[in-house]
């Protein structure tokens, strides 16, 4: 009896898909999700010992023509968890003093699933639940870049109803080195014989890391400017309430971690082998430019680590004409920033007292 019940549980709680499991619940989120959630891992390299774990939302409009974006983190080494729970994801750590409990999620209202369908990728190995089944070896920049690429056309070849959607690389921070690498991996690739095309269409970037050694300059006139953040922000733990989410045996079995593959969960990981191959990216985005990529780059305007003037700055360095100056954004009859369009297809928009996690 209380074997059948145990196999009941696993059935309700979640059922499998073509590559990983569907999670119909989670641990501190109360009721069933109001999305479907598939979580999985992709093996790399011929004997697929580095294993890619990742996190698939559907679009909440139409998933069938919807565009499939991948989300990326920074650091490197940083979990696409912060991705989801942070930044644009469909559920978000409940911001609360905590108690020793399990941290509670909660609905947003500005998941960028209500329109796309994202993947969010924990990468390099060794980030958040992604693993190797041999030592680790060291990685970089452009070996990243081709890995993705290899994650992307496995992941495509076990979900081929999504081959037709438009194609979208995201992410923020030091993604601002891999994001436009993998695009031009993705580019060159669609145009090499034997492997299914990825419908590319473009990329979004928040806050990127592009050339530090010159954007790094700008955060002295940047605080000059600028007031900064309260002490009661700066000092709130956020990233604390995720690791103790993260963390917790019964999230780990919600989301089929394969147990003994990682210990401690860390937001993250700064001891991965990774050699920062890519000086700047910028050469990169005048590459992507030339093809003809749409793409969408934005900074929270309180944003120090990264400040916006170093971005407007590589972006004006491109050369490229305005067809759309500068002028406010809206929500709902309010201004959210600023925004401005080159001739390359390139919009860049700040977001109005945001610091981007």
């Known amino acids: 009896m209380a074997l059948k019940v145990l196999l009941l549980l696993i059935l309700v709680f979640s059922h499998h898909a073509d590559s990983g499991s569907i999670v119909k619940f989670l641990p501190g989120f109360e009721g069933p999700l109001p999305f479907e959630l598939e979580i999985g891992y992709i093996g790399i390299g011929e004997e697929e010992n580095l294993q890619l774990f990742y996190y698939f939302i559907k679009s909440e409009k139409n998933p069938k023509e919807d565009p ?34 399990l941290v509670s999620l909660v609905s947003t209202t500005y998941s960028w699933t209500q329109m796309a369908n994202i993947i969010y990728l924990d990468q390099p190995v060794g980030a958040g639940f992604s693993y190797s089944r041999t030592p680790l070896g060291k990685t970089s920049d452009t070996n990243e870049a081709k890995m993705i690429h290899e994650f992307l056309q496995k992941w495509l070849s076990k979900h081929p109803q999504f081959f037709s959607n438009p194609f979208y690389a995201t992410g923020d921070s030091y993604s601002g080195k891999t994001v436009p690498a993998l695009v031009q991996e993705i580019s060159q690739g669609n145009y090499k014989c034997c492997k299914p095309l990825i419908n590319l269409q473009g990329y979004v970037l928040g806050n990127p890391v592009t050339y530090p050694e010159f954007e790094e300059n700008y955060r002295i006139p940047f605080s000059h400017g600028m007031s900064l953040i309260s002490d009661e922000l700066h000092e709130y733990y956020l990233y604390y309430l995720i690791e103790c989410w993260a963390n917790n045996e019964r999230v780990r079995e919600a989301l089929h971690v394969k147990k003994g593959t990682k210990g401690h969960w860390q937001r993250c990981n700064w001891t991965i082998p990774y050699d920062q191959d890519i000086i700047s990216s910028v050469p990169y985005h005048m ?14 305007d309180h944003d120090i680590t990264m400040p916006f003037l170093g971005t407007q700055a590589w972006i004006k360095s491109l050369n490229y004409s305005i ?15 600023y925004t401005r369009t080159y001739s390359n297809k390139m919009t860049f928009a700040t977001i109005k007292a945001s610091i981007l996690v």
Do not use: H, M, T
């Open 68 to 101: 499939l974006l991948l989300w990326l983190n920074g650091g490197p080494g940083c979990s696409s968890l912060e991705g989801l729970l942070f930044e644009n994801g469909p559920v978000a750590v409940k911001v609360e003093v905590y108690n020793g409990s």
């Open 287 to 300: 590459n992507i430019s030339l093809s003809g990529y749409r793409s969408l780059v934005y900074s929270g």
């Open 323 to 337: 067809i759309d100056d500068w002028r406010p954004w809206k929500i709902k009859d309010q201004i959210a920033g």
